[in-house]
């Protein structure tokens, strides 16, 4: 009866405790990989393009002789297409300095009776142009100021 009575407490003493099984271990860390850091926009790079548009000139004669007497005056108007390019570069402050260039052409005319003959016509006509342009600005990420 001894054995018997010792052999029931080690067996309410194990069930009591609990047993220990693999189901009751914690669950073990799932390491993920860490994500990319933000891309810090740069505004450093050349670049070459193309633009489209139209033109709008007032054209005003005058003889600067005798006073600045008007002669004659006329709109020219035309479409315009060209290219561009240049080059930006960006300091670690953000401040960026750049250069750019572009040439269009054009086919604006126009004419107008001159005023003191009565009897001319003055003509004006567009053919191309073009400019070299700087550019200084502050950066915050893509927008440039």
Known sequence: MKGFFAGAVCFVTVCAAGAAVAADLPARPIYTKAPPPAAVYN?????????????????????????????????VDSWLAGIQGGCNYQFANNWVVGVQADYDW???????????????????HISNLGSVTGRVGYAWDRFLG
Do not use: E
């Not at 604006?108 to 009897?119: A, E, N």
């Open 43 to 75: 505004w450093s790079g050349c670049y070459i393009g193309g633009n489209g548009g139209g033109i709008w000139s007032r054209k005003n004669w005058s003889l600067p002789d005798m006073g600045g007497l008007p002669v004659s005056n006329h709109n």
């Open 106 to 124: 054009a086919d604006g005319t126009g004419s107008g009776p001159h005023s003191t003959t009565g009897i001319l016509t003055d003509q004006s």
